[in-house]
């Protein structure tokens, strides 16, 4: 089973009028303000699976800072993974700063949503504030026992839309603060996982975080995919394409460019996702 941990869908009416978010919404104009930036139904989503050979992806929207867009685009995810239950899992994205933040995440797991992201931070960083917005979150996901995907990224090199200014010290703090939950760290949680090599601490601290490969191609050279196995194992990785971003298959080709064994294929394709969403085949 191939899963996509990492994609996300837009309704309609934030397809076709995105200009309009632009004013209030900062964070979605840097990432989206370009008209290559791709903005796709989950029809879109399943149809690439089909061409891609993927069979399940997890599916959502953007952080909102207005709930109200939020509500929307959430009941946009509830609606496709009701549309397609065997195709399309969803998860919960908001703004963790908006007011009600923590209701709309119970309504969305209520409602049949398997986690809660990408959460992202992407013009604070993850500084100590951050973290107390996100504390009831994350308090509701343990209780549910559901993941939660937070937007990380390398703090070093070239500048990009949607880098955070997001620190290794800043990755690490989210993860130590809330040991409890099961924490996706998008885009390799920026390198973090190198300190796995450290004697003391680090590859116990880091024992609830999972890292997908969301745009990896863009960022990395093949080899990180060796690396990271050697340093922290095939069952930690994730793999997520951040599609419309990037298709399965630039990533395939990549996998077999590195000389993946066919074990670590498909804990990283999918046996990890299945294990940690809870899919039964």
């Avoid at 993927?54 to 800072?65: A, I």
């Avoid at 800043?170 to 949680?189: C, D, E, K, M």
């Avoid at 994730?238 to 077999?256: M, N, V």
């Amino acid at each position: 089973m191939i899963i996509d941990i990492h994609t996300h869908i837009f309704p309609s009416r934030i397809r076709k009028n995105r200009q309009q978010y632009f004013p209030t919404e900062s964070a979605f104009k840097l990432l989206y303000e370009s008209p290559k930036s791709s903005l796709v139904s989950a029809e879109e989503t399943v149809g690439m699976m089909d061409a891609e050979g993927v069979d399940r992806s997890v599916v959502f929207g953007f952080p909102w800072r207005d709930i109200r867009v939020a509500r929307e685009g959430n009941d946009y995810v509830l609606e496709s993974i009701h549309r397609y239950p065997d195709r399309l899992v969803g998860f919960c994205c908001l703004d963790p700063a908006v007011k009600d933040a923590e209701k709309e995440v119970e309504r969305c797991l209520d409602g049949g949503l398997s986690g809660v992201g990408e959460l992202a931070f992407y013009e604070s960083g993850m500084d100590a504030r951050a973290l107390d917005r996100l504390a009831p979150i994350m308090e509701l996901c343990q209780d549910r026992d559901v993941p939660v995907m937070v937007h990380t990224n390398e703090p070093v090199g070239h500048q990009y839309p949607g880098k955070t200014p997001n620190t290794l010290a800043q990755i690490y703090r989210l993860v130590t603060r809330f040991p409890n939950n099961s924490i996706i760290l998008a885009h390799w949680g920026g390198g973090v996982f190198f300190y796995y090599l450290l004697r003391k601490e680090v590859k116990e601290a880091l024992g609830n975080a999972y890292f997908d490969t969301a745009a990896s191609p863009f960022l990395y050279n093949p080899a990180i995919y060796n690396m990271a196995i050697q340093i922290m194992g095939a069952d930690k990785i994730l793999f997520g394409t951040d599609f419309p971003l990037l298709k399965p298959s630039r990533y395939f080709k990549e996998f077999k460019t590195a000389g993946l064994s066919d074990s670590d294929k498909r804990k990283i394709c999918g046996g990890n996702a299945k294990h940690l969403l809870g899919i039964r085949s």
